[in-house]
């Protein structure tokens, strides 16, 4: 005797699903401004990340010269 098939279906991540909900509620172009936007909050959020760490070895730096 043969086991019936097993069919197995993947539960969309939170993500997934947010994503199907916006699909549903926005135009694409909105859909895509929302993106840029948030991609461009990223990369704000990377530099000013890198001109703390810069401005923390300049210091380093001139504190090192200075003694």
Known sequence: MQAAPV?????P???DALRA???LLMSSG??????????SVLEDRRRAKDR???ERVLEEVVASRMS
């Open 30 to 39: 909105q859909r895509t401004a929302r993106r840029n936007a948030w991609t």
């Open 13 to 15: 991540s939170f993500t």
């Open 52 to 54: 703390v760490e810069a």
């Open 7 to 11: 069919r197995a279906t993947a539960i």
């Open 21 to 23: 909900v916006e699909s």
